[in-house]
């Protein structure tokens, strides 16, 4: 093949592409079948099927069984605000994730004590084993399940206090800077990172959407004069939600 020159099955899955995007092809219309395509491209059945993956790992078509392959209807991406600690009035754990005030939505959520794995040792800083709270959360936008969460702390940290379950007691279902100030503990950081990975087959049912589909994951840590007390993975799908960073210029 020359140099500088796409493969065959890049060239149709580029052409199909541009007529989904363009509005040739809408959404929920039925794609090309692989005869018809090998008939207008000429091109063989393996280019054909080949242009077909790439068009559905991209998230442009999705295939209905017994009925075929079909244009997935793209939807306008939602803004995660990321953006600090919040007055405590708006410190809830729905606000805590979603910054932005014009949104309003729900969450679910479920506590249990459990040995940490070495990951969130390592990111609490404590031992392998060590007794901490995990709390996972589903939060809903308009109803519709929108992103997940799980938080680890320490119980070295909250064990036997008015604050151990996050949505039990005084503090319940307020945020992370507000529940540890109750039991004297300062919270002054807070690091993130954010990276991406296919999703999960129980992330993927949670949130209503197709198991593989690329999905930005949120590692959040607060810190204590240096010491981690709560760590968290939160779970967004890419194609329906994009990450905004509002921070101060110190």
Request: glycine share 10%; with cysteine.
């Amino acid at each position: 093949m020359p140099f500088g020159e796409q493969p065959a099955y890049l060239r149709v899955a580029g052409d199909l592409r541009r007529q989904i995007v363009d509005g040739s092809l809408p959404p929920h219309t039925r794609l090309p079948s692989q005869a018809r395509i090998r008939q207008e491209y000429g091109v063989s059945d393996t280019v054909a099927l080949e242009a077909r993956k790439v068009l559905m790992a991209e998230g442009l078509v999705e295939g209905r069984s017994g009925s075929g392959t079909y244009v997935r209807e793209q939807p306008v991406p939602q803004r995660v605000v990321r953006g600090g600690y919040r007055p405590a009035d708006e410190s809830t754990p729905f606000r805590q994730e979603q910054g932005d005030d014009r949104v309003r939505g729900s969450w679910d959520s479920h506590s249990e004590q459990e040995p940490a794995s070495p990951d969130v040792a390592a990111r609490l800083a404590i031992e392998a084993g060590d007794r901490v709270m995990r709390t996972h959360y589903v939060y809903r936008v308009d109803g519709r399940p929108a992103m997940l969460s799980t938080s680890w702390e320490p119980l070295s940290v909250t064990g036997r206090s008015p604050v151990m379950l996050p949505e039990e007691g005084p503090l319940a279902g307020r945020g992370v800077v507000e529940r540890m100030a109750a039991i004297e503990v300062v919270v002054d950081n807070v690091m993130e990172e954010v990276g991406a990975r296919p999703g999960r087959a129980e992330e993927a049912l949670a949130l209503g959407c197709v198991p593989g589909r690329a999905v930005l994951v949120v590692t959040r840590t607060y810190f204590a004069s240096g010491r981690p007390v709560e760590t968290a993975d939160i779970v967004v799908p890419a194609d329906r939600f994009r990450l905004s960073y509002h921070l101060p210029v110190r």
